[in-house]
C-alpha cells in the first residue's frame, strides 16, 4: 500500500484560499441537506499528573456522500504550547478512498485546518456581510487569524484592517507580515483595544482561546457581520451574549452548536435567547431554503465550531492539487 504524504508546506500550494471557500460551500450545502455522515467530534482531555487538565485531542470523521469525500482528523489543542515555543495545534488528516476505504494521503492538519476554517468564514462572510463592507477587524493573531484575514479579504474589497491582539508585539508582526500580500489590503493598523479595532469595522473575526468574551457588543455598528471561530466548548464564550442577542445567528451545524459553542450555550442558560434564535445553517441559506441577511442595518452572527466536512472537503481539495502539481512524498507503508 502507498500513501502520499503532505507537510505543511505541501497544504499551502495545493489548497488555495478562493478554492477552500467553494468547497466549504459544496460541503456545507451536503450537510444541511443530510447528505453527509458526521458523529458529532469524540473528544479526550488530556491531564498531567497533578490532574490538570493540560490538553485536548479532538478526532473528527466524516463522509460527503455527493462528492464522495472521505476522511478523519485527529488534531490535539494544548493551550501551554505556544509559551514552549510549540504550535498550539497539531494534527493530521487522513484521506480514504470512498469506495474502498483505501487510505490515500496523510496530510498535515493544523495548516489544513487554519484554511479550512478561514474559508468557512469567507463562505459566510460571502453570503451574510454588507456588499459593501470595507473595514475589517481582526481579534487575535494566531495562524487562525491570519487565514480568517485572508479569506474576508477573498469576498469582499477590504481597504482598511485594524489588529487587536493583548500581546502588541503579535499583532504588529501579523500586520507586518500580511500587509499587501495577495488579497490583504496595504493599510492595516494595530488598535489599542478589541473595542476600538471593532468600532466602526463592517467584517468583525474573532479567532483567539479567550474563555471570556474578547469585546463588547455594544460597539457593533449598524449592519456589522461577525464571524466567531475561536470557541469550541461550552466553557468558551468568545463573543458576548449582547452580540448574539442583537445578531441574525447563523452557524455550521446545529447540532454541534449547540453541544460545544459557549458563545450560544451562555445566552441559552442565561434566559436571552431560546434555541430557536439561531435563524439557519449556513448550508440553508446556501440552498436557498432560509434567507439571508434582510436588511442593510442588521447584526449577523456566523458561529463556527468547526465540522469534520470541511476538513474532508479541505483535504480532497488538497489531494487531488496534489496529485496534479506532483506535491508530497509517496511512501510504501
Keep these: 500500500m502507498e500513501i502520499r504524504i503532505l507537510s505543511a508546506a505541501d497544504i ?20 444541511s441537506a443530510g447528505q453527509a455522515a458526521m458523529p458529532l467530534r469524540s473528544r479526550l482531555e488530556v491531564a498531567a499528573v497533578s490532574g490538570e487538565t493540560i ?3 479532538l478526532v473528527m470523521p466524516a463522509h460527503l456522500q455527493q462528492s464522495q469525500g472521505l476522511a478523519v482528523k485527529v488534531v490535539s489543542v494544548f ?3 505556544p509559551s514552549a515555543g510549540l504550535p498550539l495545534i497539531h494534527g493530521v488528516v487522513m484521506v480514504l478512498a470512498a469506495d474502498t476505504g483505501r487510505p ?71 500586520a507586518a507580515e500580511m500587509a499587501g500580500t495577495g488579497p490583504v489590503p496595504q493599510r492595516i493598523t494595530v ?12 467584517i468583525i473575526c474573532t479567532a ?26 461550552v466553557a468558551m464564550q468568545e463573543v458576548d451574549s449582547e452580540t448574539v442577542r442583537r445578531a441574525l445567528v ?28 439561531i435563524h439557519a445553517e449556513l448550508g440553508e441559506i446556501l440552498s436557498g431554503s432560509k434567507a439571508g441577511r434582510s436588511h442593510p442595518d ?23 492539487n496534489a496529485l496534479s502539481k506532483h506535491l508530497g512524498a509517496v511512501v510504501a507503508l
Design 208 to 233: 483567539t482561546t479567550s474563555p471570556t468574551p474578547v469585546f463588547s457588543g455594544k460597539q457593533l455598528k449598524p449592519g456589522a457581520h461577525v464571524n466567531g471561530v475561536g470557541s469550541y466548548t
Design 104 to 174: 490515500l494521503a496523510l496530510m498535515e492538519a493544523a495548516s489544513l485546518t487554519a484554511i479550512r476554517t478561514g474559508a468557512g468564514s469567507g463562505a459566510a462572510t460571502d453570503l451574510l456581510a454588507s456588499a459593501e463592507a470595507s473595514i475589517v477587524a481582526i481579534i487575535g493573531s494566531g495562524v487562525q487569524a491570519r487565514t480568517q484575514l485572508e479569506a474576508v479579504c477573498s469576498v469582499r474589497d477590504v481597504q482598511e484592517v485594524r489588529i487587536y491582539s493583548p500581546t502588541t508585539a503579535h499583532a504588529e508582526k501579523m
Design 12 to 31: 499551502r500550494q495545493a489548497l488555495p484560499m478562493t478554492a477552500a471557500i467553494a468547497g466549504m460551500k459544496q460541503a456545507f450545502v451536503q450537510l
Design 298 to 320: 442588521q447584526i449577523t452572527f456566523f458561529k463556527s465550531v468547526g465540522v469534520a466536512v470541511q476538513d474532508v472537503s479541505a483535504a480532497h481539495i488538497a489531494y487531488q
Design 191 to 202: 488598535a489599542a483595544s478589541a473595542d476600538k479595532a471593532v468600532s466602526g469595522a463592517d
Design 79 to 81: 493551550p501551554d504550547n
Design 55 to 57: 490538553g485536548t485531542v
Design 250 to 277: 447563523v452557524v455550521d451545524a446545529r447540532v454541534s452548536a449547540l453541544n460545544e459553542a459557549g458563545d450560544l450555550v451562555v445566552p441559552l442558560q442565561q434566559g436571552l435567547i431560546t434555541q430557536a434564535h
